[in-house]
């Protein structure tokens, strides 16, 4: 029972980091800078090591039958993905990821095409990667037993919960950028009243009004690293109690870093 244990535990962290680390790599070559993705703040993303774990373990018997693994791979990872989406929104008002511009989404949360993506990559995982895998993981059970995994369990713990923590106050500091940006958006409308201004130049005001009155500054927060992080890590990302667009809060986030 303690080997089996450590073999998931060590499976878990194992896809996790490689997802983490497809995300980082794929995230960043389309942004054209570096993208540290991630929820949490050490390199892994859960939902990958949930995924694979789930693959390998509950579709077992089935794995000899290739479409019919490629199959129930796709409808399992599907089903944890909108599951993900639809807990996040729910539990911390969140989305992080948006699939309405890709064809055959539902709701947004998933995809067709990224669906046969994941089922794809999960025969690669079961057929080709897992095996050469199990004999790095069984060494190091063999080498380290239970400890491995329960450090790497009790990091990650404190992880999530430092992660949440920073997350609740996001949330806060969010909110009230976002208030702070609509009330100097209707200040601004109301100075300009029947001025003929450029659109762009009115969308800007706002920011103008911010940087030239140092008490406004003061009174809104500074995000530290994680809280940076995470606003950066995700460019579409929603919220429905922001009222402005994640854009322009970002652009404030770093108006406020300058001194």
Partial sequence: MEKIF?????LFFCYSFIGWLWE?????????????????????????????????????????????????????????????????????????????????????????????????????IVRVLNPYLMNLIIGWQQRFGIFLPMILLMVTSFDLGFTLANLASLRQALNKMSATIQEKKDQVQTDLGELKVAAEERRQSWLTEIKEQPEWRKQLPKLNFQERRFLNSFPNMKSKEIKSPLAEIRQLTKELRKK
Avoid: M
């Fill in 6 to 10: 450590t073999i998931v535990v060590l």
């Fill in 24 to 124: 980082t790599i794929y995230c960043s070559i389309k942004a054209k800078h570096f993208v540290y993705r991630g929820f949490l703040l050490g390199p892994i993303t859960p939902i990958y090591g949930f995924g694979v774990v789930g693959v390998l373990y509950l579709i077992e018997p089935y794995q000899q039958n290739i479409v019919l693994l490629f199959f129930l791979a796709l409808i399992l990872v599907t089903a944890l993905e909108y599951l993900t989406s639809f807990l996040l929104e729910k539990i911390f008002h969140l989305t992080l990821w948006d699939y309405k511009e890709v064809p055959l989404n539902i709701n947004g949360r998933v995809a067709v095409p990224v669906s046969i993506f994941w089922g794809i990559a999960c025969v690669f």
